[in-house]
Nanobody, 116 residues
Framework: EVQLVESGGGLVQPGGSLRLSCAAS????????MNWVRQAPGKGPEWVSR????????YYADSVKGRFTISRDNAKYTLYLQMNSLKPEDTAVYYC?????????RGQGTQVTVSS
């Protein structure tokens, strides 16, 4: 069974940092590209970042480029998102997600709230 479990969210002041983690199991993690997606209250899902299976290539939405860094540890089956210079508009539930076996899988999400 595919499982993706996010953690690391919380309340942070504007300008602060958080590091999200996503623990994966049930599939060959190192063989698949992984994504972070977020959903703010009352809005649709927004793709945030993607990392290729080997970790050599990364991609970012313009809204987070230069502030967020995606990475992965294939030996630990874990995906990360380092978020710096956080803004109130980054407030959302953050999900790790991947297309596996013809379907999109994502975890339960972790809440990130940026507020003073």
């Amino acid at each position: 069974e595919v499982q993706l479990v996010e953690s690391g969210g919380g309340l942070v002041q504007p300008g602060g940092s958080l590091r999200l983690s996503c623990a994966a199991s049930g599939f060959s993690f190192g063989s698949y590209d992984m994504n972070w997606v977020r959903q703010a209250p009352g809005k649709g899902p927004e793709w945030v970042s993607r990392i290729k299976s080997g970790g050599g290539s990364t991609y970012y939405a313009d809204s987070v480029k230069g502030r967020f860094t995606i990475s992965r540890d294939n030996a630990k089956y874990t995906l990360y998102l380092q978020m710096n210079s956080l803004k109130p508009e980054d407030t959302a539930v953050y999900y790790c997600a991947s297309v596996l076996f013809g379907a999109t899988h994502r975890g339960q999400g972790t809440q990130v709230t940026v507020s003073s």
